[in-house]
């Protein structure tokens, strides 16, 4: 069933709605691996969060 599903899908499928080589070159860099700025600012920000709230916690037991 697989088999004939594919078959089917690629024949109607064609040649012109598939992108040019260099448009799949692109999609293809485009999706590997995280984003390293986004992965680096969410620690950041995380690192932030519990930094307050680490002072948070020592200025409400000191006073």
Same mark, same amino acid.
């Given at each position: 069933?697989?088999?004939?599903? $594919?078959?089917?899908?690629?024949?109607?499928?064609? $040649?012109r709605s598939l992108p040019s080589p260099r448009r799949w070159n692109l999609l293809r860099l485009r999706g590997k691996g995280p984003s390293w700025t986004g992965l680096v600012l969410l620690v950041l920000a995380v690192d932030l969060v519990l930094a307050v709230a680490a002072w948070n916690a020592v200025d409400f037991f000191r006073h």
């Open positions: 069933m697989r088999v004939v599903l $594919k078959h089917g899908v690629a024949e109607t499928a064609g $040649k």
